[in-house]
């Protein structure tokens, strides 16, 4: 019984064989693969194509942290107020202040006004009192506070420091009730020109507003919202 | 195909044999490892030499020239010294008219620098380096006009100054203050020269200079 | 050991339903093949059909013919005289055959494969000398890589230059004005303050240099706002500042204005230092660009 003779495997000289003279192989594996490929593909297709699916802005209330890559940012409070000797504003009058607390993640010192392009749009009542756009000087004083008598801009890499974004206000307007902060994040990439790892503002393409409609702009790049947050608005007396 | 050596015979043997087809020529053993060796090693030096290529994140950094503390240290476009360091909780800037006082709830940290130029005025500026790589700017909290930052280095004498950092007190074991030439932001300047200084403090000394850091520093700005 | 074992019993028989790719089958026997010695190889191998074009008779072609007759004694003795009578192999031989055997053998050789009587023996090159083949190599790879790094360097050089505009300094004899952009310049004086202020060190002194400005052009107008770089130079090359502590109210193109300079140098050099105006403080740190001197 010298059965292991007959099965051994195809010596090389099997595939020389002229076709026809052996048994025929069936492809199988190929019209298998041919489904799968199809299948997987009208599956894709039917749950939406291989975009990115969109995903809704985390919403958060007062005392949330929000991690915004750069920085992490814990939204602390909306008050009006009336400005003193702290250097936030012109003594007496009122300003609509935004307090956080921002620990800068990176590994070097940064400008507080960081925090215009970290929360792109700032509504009070659904009104927009802070648009991304905005030139710097029209927009809302940002200032970091730390001894109480004057304040500074600088956030130290590793520290948490008191973040006040201050809207002024007229004299005899009505203090909202209270104020939704769009936050959107930055991520450490790579620049493609000079190949220089930075942070950067993670933008999405939106439908062109009727301004770019007028330059010819088709689409518009603008910060991506990741969180909303929703604040209360306490007012201070006097 | 048996020849005897010295014997020329007048006709081939009759015999249709296939030509010889030429052997190649049979290298030497020892010859493919040496070719093989020294291939790997070209391919590798080639490799390594690469390491040596700067990737864009580094090409423009400065040209930094390292010291320790009260050690000249010369660089193309300036020299500088760093005199000493301090410690404060507040600092007190006297100015012609009246003064202005900051605290922090961290500590102030206060260098005196002197430095000189070669050939050109300039004026310099610094950053503080901790330990684990953070980077500092001078403090905001004191008036640029206080620090050496707000006056011109000039050659033939040596000027000297301050430069204060606000840190946290666990920040400052480790950490190395570099001052350099200011930058033109508009321009991205590469090759930008600095001077790297080690402030020599370990824990235990970092700590025992805080804990005796002065409730008041005073300068003039 | 042959497929056709006698001692087979069959016990194990491939299904008798349709084969499959992995159904393992009885092989059929192959046809007989000689294996030993060696197939001669096709006299026409497979693809060298020269159909429409005739084959040239090149030296590769030689080893496809097969038996060749041999050739005239006399023609032989020629071939082969040179290996018997000279020192130096047959041309053939040296270009790259390899006969360890020795003059003998390749003799043999060149017998056993005759070339044709009328052809010339095929041309074949010296080979070139080892030491001249690694030296030719080593220049290709020195002088290629001299010339890229070359190639970069330039380029940097180049741009180096674009940069940085090298220093344009014209020297104006003393007491004359001189043009520079958009104004003209006339140092008036220079002379050590009368009253140096208090703190100033013994080996410093403060220079007060007086300096007419006149605007040529509008753009020249603005200099009462942002003056230009007054430097002072020695003769080695440093520069100290140099600067106004009063500007003109108003610069009007042709109007002679004064700006009133100060300046601290080393009191060594008072008498030598000289005034330099560079369109800007920037440039003028840099010394890029055009710039006036001014002799004392």
């Known amino acids: 019984m010298r059965k292991g003779k007959k099965h051994r495997l195809p010596s090389c000289g099997m595939t020389s064989t002229p076709p026809g003279g052996g048994p025929r192989r069936r492809p199988v594996l190929i019209p298998v693969l041919a489904v799968l490929a199809a299948v997987s593909v009208g599956v894709s297709a039917a749950f939406g194509g291989l975009e990115e699916a969109p ?154 507003t009727e301004e770019d409609r007028k330059k010819g702009r088709t689409s518009q790049s603008r910060p991506k919202v990741a969180a909303q947050v929703r604040l209360p608005v306490t007012v201070e007396s006097a | 195909m048996a020849a005897s050596p010295g014997f020329v015979p007048q006709a081939p043997p009759h015999r249709p044999a296939p030509p010889p087809v030429a052997p190649p020529p049979r290298v030497p053993v020892w010859r493919k490892i040496v070719a093989a060796t020294l291939g790997v090693i070209l391919i590798s030096a080639a490799v390594y030499v690469q390491t040596f290529v700067l990737d864009g994140s580094r090409l423009d950094d400065p040209l930094t020239v390292s010291g320790g503390i009260q050690e000249a240290v010369s660089t193309d476009v300036f020299s500088a010294r760093l005199d000493r360091v301090e410690f404060a909780k507040s600092v007190r800037v006297k100015k012609q008219f009246g003064t202005d006082e900051d605290t922090t709830d961290k500590v102030f940290l206060v260098v005196k620098v002197g430095a000189t130029a070669p050939r050109r005025p300039i004026q310099l500026t610094s950053h503080l380096v901790t330990a684990d790589g953070l980077r500092f700017d001078v403090t905001d909290h004191v008036t640029d006009t206080a620090t050496l930052g707000s006056k011109w280095v000039q050659p033939g004498w040596w000027g000297s100054g301050l430069f204060f950092f606000e840190v946290p007190p666990d920040k400052v074991p480790g950490a190395r203050v570099v001052v350099s030439q200011k930058a033109s932001t508009i321009f991205g300047d590469q090759y930008l020269a600095e001077a790297s200084f080690d402030l020599g403090l370990d824990g235990a000394k970092a700590g025992q200079m805080i804990q005796a850091a002065k409730d008041v520093y005073e300068v003039s700005g | 050991m042959s497929d056709q074992n006698p001692g087979d019993t069959g016990v194990w028989a491939p299904p008798a339903a349709e084969p499959s790719w992995f159904t393992p089958t009885k092989r059929p026997p192959r046809p007989d093949a000689r294996v030993w010695p060696l197939p001669s190889p096709d006299p026409e191998p497979r693809g060298s059909s020269t159909v429409p074009i005739p084959v040239i008779d090149g030296g590769n072609r030689a080893r496809h013919r097969g038996w060749v007759s041999p050739p005239a004694p ?45 052809a010339p023996p095929a041309r ?129 193109p042709g109007v002679p204005a004064r700006f009133n300079l100060l300046s601290v140098v080393p009191k060594a050099l008072q008498d030598q230092v000289e005034l330099m105006v560079w369109p800007s403080q920037r440039v003028g740190l840099e010394e890029s660009g055009p710039a006036l001197r001014f002799d004392r």
């Open chain 1, 55 to 208: 995903d809704e802005p985390e919403q958060l209330t007062k005392g949330a942290e929000f991690d915004q890559g750069q920085v992490l940012t814990r939204f602390e409070d909306a008050v009006v107020g009336r400005a003193g000797n702290d250097g936030l504003g012109v003594p007496g009058r009122r300003y609509l202040q935004i307090i956080m607390k921002v620990t800068n993640q990176s590994d070097r010192t940064v400008s507080a006004y960081l925090m215009d392009r970290a929360l792109p749009t700032v509504w009070a009542d659904q009104k927009k009192i802070k648009a991304k756009d905005a030139p710097i000087t029209s927009g809302p004083r940002i200032v970091v506070s730390s001894s109480g008598r004057s304040t500074y801009s600088q956030l130290h890499p590793g520290v948490t420091s008191t973040v006040i974004m201050a809207f002024e206000m007229r004299p005899g307007q009505q203090p909202p009730k209270s104020v939704q902060i769009d936050a959107g994040t930055f991520e450490w990439t790579k620049t493609f020109v000079s190949q220089t790892y930075e942070w950067y503002q993670v933008t999405e393409t939106a439908p062109p």
């Open chain 3, 74 to 118: 006399g023609v032989e003795t020629q071939a082969t005289g040179g290996a018997l009578f000279g020192m130096a192999p047959p041309a053939g031989l040296a270009a790259g055959e390899h006969h360890p055997a020795g003059p003998a053998a390749g003799e043999h050789h060149s017998a056993g494969e005759p070339r044709p009587a009328t």
């Open chain 3, 124 to 252: 074949r090159r010296r080979p070139m000398p080892t030491a001249a083949k690694v030296g030719l190599q080593l220049f290709g790879a020195v002088g290629l890589t001299a010339a890229l790094l070359g190639v970069q360097g330039y380029d940097q050089l180049h741009r180096y230059e674009m940069d940085h505009i090298p220093a344009q300094v014209r020297h104006v004899p003393q007491g004359e004005p001189a043009k520079l952009e958009h104004a003209t310049w006339r140092v008036l004086s220079i002379a050590p303050m009368a009253k140096q202020p208090a703190g100033m060190q013994a080996d410093r002194v403060m220079l007060q240099i007086d300096i007419d400005g006149t605007a040529l052009t509008a753009e020249g107008r603005y200099y009462d706002t942002s003056p230009p770089g007054f430097f002072m130079a020695d003769d080695t090359g440093r520069t100290w500042l140099a600067q106004a502590y009063k500007s003109p109210e108003d610069m009007r």
